[in-house]
């Protein structure tokens, strides 16, 4: 199925990390679809070009909100609510790629970061968007993961931890809300051009010899075709937001999965 015959007309969406990249392609896939959007950026400076050429209707709320700023997510909640009347599906899109080289020689400030930004920031934003979908008996929350968190990926530790442990947040959030009518999934895009897929040119002359190293099999994923175009790696995501893999709560699920399939084999779909 394609981005084109998605209808999502009156959901309510929340995409935090809305500035560009993943975030951006999602917006335009959503807003095209029908539904009511809620864009957060961490810079106010980023947010013009989140919503730039998304002309409503649907309607597209904006709101400054770093992911690791508990009150800017409860203000950007509570001006979603007064303008759309809550929300329906939390994306949590917003993180960083982290340090590069053996663990042990991270700075111990960007590892703090990058699990501050990837792990923190999605339970934050849950908490603030929880309880108007628990109030409201219903809801779905979808948090980009990582190949990087279901294998290993050394030298990229501080990244590939923080997605590990989104995947086990999203299983118990997924038993934990069950009684509340509301799903949670971890997803995986793909390697897109974006973030830990889009290094910096500068990086492959990096004076960090893993940051080359890391640089060199990008280029190489990228020149075998293994890269993910931005459109597609937002289709599965569209249908985890429409709810069509409901049945598969709890799961971490990719670009690549048959998602109407494997919900239809749960006997619940």
């Known amino acids: 199925m394609s981005q084109d015959t998605m209808d999502l007309s009156g959901l309510r969406v929340l995409v935090t990390g809305a500035a560009g990249g993943l975030g951006r392609a999602l917006a335009e896939a959503v807003h095209a679809a029908g539904a009511h959007l809620v ?8 947010l013009p070009g989140a919503a730039a050429g998304l002309d409503g209707p649907p309607e597209v709320v904006t709101a400054v909100a770093d992911v690791t700023n508990d009150a800017e997510l409860a203000a950007a909640v509570k001006l ?8 329906d599906v939390l994306v949590n899109n917003a993180g960083v790629s982290g340090p590069v080289g053996p663990a042990w020689e991270n700075s111990p400030a960007e590892w703090r970061n990058t ?18 979908m628990i109030e409201r008996g219903h809801g779905r929350v979808v948090t980009i993961s990582s190949h ?5 990926w050394p030298h990229v530790s501080a990244y590939s931890v923080s997605k590990a442990a989104v995947n086990k947040l999203t299983e118990n959030l997924a038993i934990e809300l069950l009684p509340h009518g509301i799903t949670a999934f971890s997803y995986h895009p ?10 910096a040119p500068e990086t492959r002359d990096s004076d960090n010899p893993w940051q080359r190293r890391l640089s060199s099999w990008l280029d190489a994923q990228r020149e075998a075709g293994r890269y993910v175009p931005l459109d597609e790696a937002v289709v599965n995501l569209l249908r985890l937001i429409r709810g ?3 049945p598969l709560t709890g799961r971490y699920l990719t670009y690549e999965d048959d998602i109407p399939a494997l ?7």
């Open 39 to 46: 864009l957060t950026t961490r810079t106010a400076d980023s």
């Open 115 to 132: 699990l501050e930004v990837n792990l923190e920031g999605p339970l934050a934003a849950c908490r603030a968007v929880l309880p108007g």
């Open 263 to 269: 919900a239809a084999a749960t006997g619940h779909a």
């Open 244 to 246: 069509d893999a409901d």
């Open 190 to 199: 793909g390697i897109v051009n974006v973030g830990l897929g889009a290094p």
């Open 80 to 87: 979603a609510t007064e303008r759309l009347g809550g929300i």
């Open 148 to 152: 990087a968190g279901h294998t290993r």
